[in-house]
């Protein structure tokens, strides 16, 4: 249903989406993970014709951005990450202004309105102003908005960033119940654990380059067996983190909450190297332990965030 190749989009010599290969096969829920400014708005973008890669081919429900936007814009779902609402509007009027500029005329423009509040929780507001609405119910309404001409494909940037605990677990169920209805959808957020428990697949996306791309459990099972080992050091944490990185037993190294964590490189069990080495350059240990590989550590250890990496420089000057 959708499908990328070599998708690229540069702003002047910087690489904002590099050489992106993605694949969603109907009824997939994708969840597309990856920290600020990672490239997942830009990916979004591109895919709902609103924005022209640099290069590369990106395929809507077989239809290319290049030749046909205006069937993908047909097909498609667009929520964006920031979408206004119009004052002075009621809740249905709001939906029914819109299915309006999606064409849809007549009695059917009032079903189409009220069908989609329901399916999203929202017909108990329906006469209020959308100005009065909570950002849950302002996110739900924007989801019920890209509904109403009943697309096949979703494209949903963030649709639970600023919601509380309860109203992201709505947010989830809706996301469930659509792709129940068939729907293709692909959801981004920086979050992991938000999003891997309800999308069949994920992909982690940093500076622009896809990491990693597969089932959750897949990509689980690549970090377990390799160990995450937490430490602290008294003062400043970043000195000894730069250490870490240059010893060969560390395969990723990051800050986190005042504590260093290491992902071990490949094959490595023993990590009393680390501390040696800390020691050795002057450091006084406070404390050292193995962590649980959980969604969390899995996340770090496979983004390799680490201490502001930059993009390598072959990235940064080839143009
Ligand atoms: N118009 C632009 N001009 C220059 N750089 C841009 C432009 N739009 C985006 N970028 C850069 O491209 C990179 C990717 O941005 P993008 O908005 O896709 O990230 P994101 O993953 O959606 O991040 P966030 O989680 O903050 O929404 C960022 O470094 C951003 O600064
Ligand atoms: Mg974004």
Redo the contacts with the bound molecule.
Sequence with gaps: MIETIDLT?K??D?F??ESLHLKLEKGDLFGFI????????????ILSTLLAPTWGEAYVCGHSIYTHPREIRRAIGYMP?IFGVYDDMRVIEYLEFFAAAYRIYGKERRRVAEQSLELVDLTVKRDELVTSLSRGMTQRLGLARVLLHDPQVLLL??PASGLDPRARIEMRNLLRRLQGLGKTILV?S?ILPELADICNRVGI?EY?RLLACGNVQDLLAQVRGRPVIRLRVVGPQEPAAKILEDTPEAAGVSVRDGEILVALADGVQDHSPLAARLIAAGHQLLSMGESEVNLETAFLELTKGTLGRQPSPETGSAS
């Design positions: 989009k702003y002047g910087f904002a989406l990856g920290p600020n400014g990672a490239g997942k708005t830009t990916t979004i973008r990450d940037d963030e981004s920086h996306i622009g």
